[in-house]
T-cell receptor, first 108, second 117 residues
Framework: SQQGEEDPQALSIQEGENATMNCSYK?????LQWYRQNSGRGLVHLIL?????REKHSGRLRVTLDTSKKSSSLLITASRAADTASYFC????????FGAGTRLTVKP | EAGVAQSPRYKIIEKRQSVAFWCNPISGHATLYWYQQILGQGPKLLIQ????????DSQLPKDRFSAERLKGVDSTLKIQPAKLEDSAVYLC???????????????FGQGTRLTVV
């Protein structure tokens, strides 16, 4: 069974706008990761946040984690057309499971 | 640093035939994952190896799927016999895990796109 579930399923924005994606999970975790997948290609790791962290930044990415609500969010600021991809959250490295993903489209 | 290598990139077979996929992880990575990704869905974990031992194969359809990782390096995933619903991209990934709180990210190969007709 899948662990993380992303929301929304699809998101379409204009270049320069911010994009926010959410992830909910069911059981306790040690860490949560976000991955990006461009059409027809493999997944690329974006950022990892540990269960004892609440917020983490990497370039234009900001990830938050709320373990009490079993949820995480990924914010991409000042989006670019090249950010168009599917974004997945994954829980833990032991039995790493993915959600269905959010398909982000950034229009130039 | 070389990435995760998978072959073949594409495969078309008829139902009831058999097929095998090969994965060469990043050198030194003890953990290897096989995922099945059906179009429009997220990757589904089929099996996870730690060195040559199986950590999790709870979602592997063992009546038709098998996987091995001899010598804890390369891995093969086999389907026999294939069904139409096996049409998907099969992704291999590898990572290093030192302890439960010392992780690295997982690196993915480009995948093998299987079409069963």
């Amino acid at each position: 069974s899948q662990q993380g579930e992303e929301d929304p399923q699809a998101l379409s924005i204009q270049e320069g706008e911010n994009a926010t994606m959410n992830c909910s999970y069911k059981t306790s975790i040690n860490n949560l990761q976000w991955y990006r997948q461009n059409s027809g290609r493999g997944l690329v790791h974006l950022i990892l946040i540990r269960s004892n962290e609440r917020e983490k930044h990497s370039g234009r990415l900001r990830v938050t984690l709320d373990t009490s609500k079993k949820s995480s969010s990924l914010l991409i600021t000042a989006s670019r057309a090249a950010d168009t991809a599917s974004y997945f959250c994954a829980t833990d490295m032991i039995r790493m499971r993915f959600g269905a993903g959010t398909r982000l489209t950034v229009k130039p | 640093e070389a990435g995760v290598a998978q072959s073949p990139r594409y495969k078309i077979i008829e139902k009831r035939q058999s097929v095998a996929f090969w994965c060469n992880p990043i050198s030194g990575h003890a953990t290897l994952y096989w995922y099945q990704q059906i179009l429009g869905q997220g990757p589904k974990l089929l099996i996870q190896f730690q060195n040559n031992g199986v950590v999790d194969d709870s979602q592997l359809p063992k009546d038709r799927f098998s996987a091995e990782r001899l010598k804890g390096v390369d891995s093969t995933l086999k389907i026999q016999p294939a069904k139409l619903e096996d049409s998907a991209v099969y992704l291999c990934a590898s990572s290093t895990i030192k302890t439960l709180d010392r992780y690295t990210e997982a690196f993915f190969g480009q995948g093998t796109r299987l079409t069963v007709v």
